[in-house]
Every structure is written in structure tokens, then in C-alpha cells.
């Protein structure tokens, strides 16, 4: 499966984004999706989970009740709704699918094994 992260973009504190993280191959629905982010210097920080059915998932402390991940395994799509963004918000975001077959939602970007490309967001204060 490859992937691909788009909806990235320029907002002001306080608007909202959606992220989408879209698959080719048949067998997306078989794969938990995270979503990670990174700014220069740092590493790349976990920022939502979901597994394969969307049954199960999983946040940062620092996004919870601003953020929400959903899927929609029809159309091959992982989404990350972000609300109430901020300046911290700020960076690049990147998808990735994780096979594990328990549902794990795994909140080490090691533990994932296929990358999309960084969508930029920036979050002017």
C-alpha cells in the first residue's frame, strides 16, 4: 500500500483543517493508520491513531478534544479533523500504516512500516 497526505495549509489560531491520508492497494482496511507530525530539529511525534476498522483510537495528550481521526475504508481514507489549532500545531504531518494484526495503535513512529509524504501545516498566531 502507498499513501499520500494532503489538505495541508496556512490558517490563523483558532480555524480548523482536515487532513486526509489517502491508499492505493486493496488492502488498506487491513492496516492501522497513525498520524505523526515534525518540526525542524525535533522528532517526528505521534498525533492519532486508528486501527483497521476504526473501532479503536488513539491520541496525544496534546491534541485530545481538539482533534479527531476517522476512516472511511471505502474510499481508502484516513482523516484528521483538527480543530482549535494553534502555533504549536505547526509542522509537518505524515501518515503512516502499521500491519500489526492485534489493532495496536502504536504511538512510536519505528513501529510503522509504510510513510506517505509530510503535508504542511502552519498555524499563524
Known amino acids: 500500500v502507498q499513501l499520500q497526505a494532503s489538505g495541508g495549509g496556512l490558517v490563523q489560531g483558532g480555524d480548523s483543517l482536515r487532513l486526509s491520508c489517502t491508499a492505493s492497494?486493496?488492502?488498506?482496511?487491513?492496516?492501522?493508520i497513525g498520524w505523526f507530525r515534525q518540526t525542524p530539529g525535533k522528532e517526528r511525534e505521534f498525533v492519532a491513531g486508528?486501527?483497521?476498522?476504526?473501532?479503536?483510537?488513539r491520541y496525544d495528550d496534546s491534541v485530545k478534544g481538539r482533534f479527531t481521526i476517522t476512516r472511511d475504508n471505502a474510499k481508502n481514507t484516513v482523516y484528521l479533523h483538527m480543530n482549535s489549532l494553534n502555533p504549536q500545531d505547526t509542522a509537518d504531518y505524515y501518515c503512516a500504516a502499521d500491519g500489526n494484526k492485534a489493532g495496536i495503535i502504536q504511538m512510536t513512529a519505528g513501529a510503522y512500516a509504510l510513510w506517505g509524504q509530510g503535508t504542511q501545516v502552519t498555524v499563524s498566531s
Open positions: 492497494g486493496r488492502t488498506f482496511s487491513f492496516y492501522n
Open positions: 486508528i486501527n483497521w476498522n476504526g473501532a479503536t483510537t
